[in-house]
């Protein structure tokens, strides 16, 4: 007649194992936030030649496809998108004489969902030597760098509201300011800045 107790005892023995601190911390962690890098560049500039970044441009459009696209992972609550932005330079050639190397560049950019505009971001930042850029794009003529680098990284952190799937990060106005004067473009098609380091840190559901 002892063996119903000792079969209870088993039973409960067993619950207590699967409902185990360890158990539920580790449920816990596999719920907890993670970090997505999915995105998709319309115009992919490569690696970087120090940071091994990829560096995409942003380009002046309505649509993410057009310039850079980045999937938000099914998710629970809001997302977290966070990404460098740079300013394009165009690099000149190194014996041209210093005064004319001078720029002074602001990007502004838009990060949109599927109906609107959810933020805007500007970088705004001088060249006046090599010694001003972020890092150097490889595969240019002969082996060499690229004549466009991006400019120092202006971090933008961008708060995705819940139910979104994607977003685009895309250009809206260049101004650009030199020796010769100021000018501001904001014609669709142009490439304004250029972007780096994108992740989308999220909850799964």
């Known amino acids: 007649m002892n063996w119903l107790p000792a079969a209870v005892l088993v039973c409960v023995a067993s619950s207590l194992v699967l409902a185990s601190p360890a158990q539920r911390a580790a449920t816990k962690a596999s719920r907890g936030p993670r970090v997505s890098t999915d995105a998709t560049c319309a115009a992919d500039l490569g ?61 502004i950019a838009a990060v949109i969902g599927p109906k609107s505009e959810l933020a805007r971001a500007a970088a705004s930042s001088e060249f006046r030597t090599t010694a001003d850029l972020f890092d ?58 250029i972007v780096s380091n994108i992740r989308v840190e999220f909850t799964p559901r």
């Open 47 to 107: 690696a970087g030649v120090t940071s091994h970044r990829r560096f995409c441009d942003v380009i002046i459009a309505s649509k993410a496809d057009e310039s850079v696209a980045v999937r938000i992972p099914a998710h629970r609550g809001t997302a977290r998108l966070t990404f460098d932005l740079h300013n394009r330079i165009a690099v000149p050639p190194e014996d041209r004489p210093m005064p004319q190397t001078f720029a002074s560049n602001t990007a």
């Open 136 to 193: 150097r794009l490889g595969g240019g003529p002969g082996g060499g760098p690229k004549t466009v680098a991006p400019g120092p990284a202006t971090p933008v952190s961008v708060t995705i509201p819940a139910g979104i799937a994607s977003i685009g990060i895309v250009g809206v106005r260049l101004e650009v300011l030199t020796r010769l004067g100021k000018q501001a473009y904001d014609t669709p098609g142009r490439p304004v800045g």
